[in-house]
């Protein structure tokens, strides 16, 4: 079409040089065409490469959510058995503990308190029976005094009895009977004080029993109650300590696999992207038709101006836009397109082209 | 340890100083005789010079409470300080005794 217009407006000299303008401007569209037909093969694989990672970094995602959900669960579960104490077949809290605990050990010290008194109530009456015992043994004393006066009376009384003959037998009888009861009480006597010297033995021994049992100083005792409910203060401390970290843990856990269920969500922009590709690669396969079109139409207009293989202003238009791309391996994959559409050879100065285009790399990776 | 004992109107004072251990309880049981038989409605022990007391003397303190409330009287236990302090904490004497 350019060249109808050129030739109908300008001389015959200048329709050499419309010529050489109408072959540049078909360089140029091959030129392009080809980069289109390779954004076209390229596009979907750079899609299907998004598409694929993001599947497989949703996966890994919904994993560690999983994980970070599950660790939360476990570490609340610890929670609720730190906070409580098994006690016979009951789940007591750490304050009821400390509670029963404290009670138990003033039970203790009360029950101390009370072996203490009755055994100085105990020792004040053994040291009583132990004086009345003492003063059993004494009237024992007396009473051996007493019929050893007895039975002296008594026999002075025979003697007596028997100067008054006749007249004293009467005497003599009571005096008699008088000196066999003095026997008598003596035998008893002696019996009773062998009994109460066994007495007397048990309840000294005792009562030595007893004060070591009195003497024994529990305020060390009674201290360590002190002690122990501090300990377990402490410990209760602790465990309610832990329990708050570990409650901080649960909480994090929770948080991290929320954010990462929104980070899913996120991912899931990737069908979007596919869209978007799928559309763009649709808008360049038209275009690429449209630039063929003109291509055939100028082709059957101009027998003589179609640039062939591998000609300088190929050469030209293609290296114009091979320093567009960046990346050597997709320059590389341009070349190719343009050498399988036939505009390059595959020959020597084909590569000699791929080559120049080359040495202007700037590698990004 | 050393006690001494005086009778005032209406109060019998106890004052006790020194360490109260087992081996006083022959001189406490005096303290526990006259205490019952005087005519007062109060029974005070002193204990600020008091510096030691063992497990039977709390025993001992604890018949003193008995007697007292046999023979309707009030007993109250004053000035303790360290280690009586302490144990009279650790026994829960607050609850038995009137202690200032």
């Known amino acids: ?365 | 340890m050393a006690i001494t004992k005086h009778l005032k109107k209406g109060t019998y004072d106890v004052t006790l100083s020194g360490n109260f251990t087992f081996d006083d309880h022959t001189d406490f049981r005096d303290v526990l005789q006259q205490m019952s038989e005087a005519d007062v409605r109060h029974v005070v022990f002193h204990m600020n010079k008091l510096e030691f007391i063992d497990s039977a003397a709390l025993g001992m303190l604890l018949l003193a409470r008995d007697e007292a409330q046999k023979h309707q009287k009030n007993l109250a236990i004053s000035g303790a300080t360290g280690q009586v302090k302490k144990m009279f904490d650790m026994a829960r004497f607050d609850t038995l005794f009137a202690m200032n």
């Open chain 1, 1 to 365: 079409m350019t060249e109808n217009v050129l030739r109908l407006m300008t001389p015959e000299k200048d329709v050499a040089e419309n010529n050489h303008n109408a072959s540049e401007a078909m360089a140029v569209m091959i030129a392009g065409s080809a980069a289109l037909k390779m954004l076209s093969m390229l596009l979907p694989t750079a899609a299907k490469d998004v598409e694929n990672a993001s599947q497989d970094l949703t996966t890994r995602f919904k994993k560690l959510a999983e994980n970070a959900g599950a660790q939360s669960n476990t570490v609340q579960a610890l929670v609720s058995t730190i906070g409580t104490i098994t006690l016979d077949d009951r789940r007591v809290s750490l304050d009821e503990f400390i509670g029963l605990f404290g009670k138990t050990l003033d039970d203790s010290v009360t029950k101390m308190l009370l072996v203490s008194k009755k055994a100085l109530s105990m020792v004040y009456s053994m040291e009583d029976a132990i004086k009345n015992l003492h003063e059993i043994e004494k009237f024992s004393k007396k009473i051996q005094e007493i019929t050893k006066q007895t039975n002296l009376l008594a026999f002075n009384a025979l003697i007596e009895a028997a100067r008054a003959g006749e007249k004293g037998k009467g005497f003599g009888v009571v005096a008699n009977e008088v000196k066999s009861l003095s026997t008598e009480i003596t035998a008893l006597s002696n019996d009773m004080r062998v009994r109460t010297g066994i007495i007397m033995k048990s309840v000294t021994d005792g009562f030595s029993v007893l004060k070591e049992v009195a003497t024994t100083d529990m305020a060390s005792n009674i201290a360590a109650k002190d002690t122990l409910e501090a300990l377990m203060q402490g410990l209760v401390q602790q465990s309610e300590a832990s329990m708050k970290v570990m409650s901080g843990s649960a909480a994090s856990s929770r948080e991290i696999s929320n954010t990462i269920q929104g980070m899913i969500v996120g991912l899931q922009f990737q069908d979007r992207n596919t869209q978007i590709t799928e559309n763009a690669v649709g808008i360049i396969h038209h275009c690429v038709g449209v630039f063929e079109d003109i291509l055939k139409k100028e082709e059957c207009l101009m027998e003589n101006s179609a640039p062939p293989c591998d000609s300088p202003e190929i050469h030209k238009a293609v290296e114009a836009l091979a320093s567009s791309i960046k990346l050597g391996e997709i320059r590389q994959k341009y070349i190719e397109v343009l050498q399988n559409s036939g505009a390059l050879a595959k020959s020597a100065i084909g590569d000699a082209v791929a080559q120049t285009v080359n040495q202007q790399d700037i590698e990004l990776f």
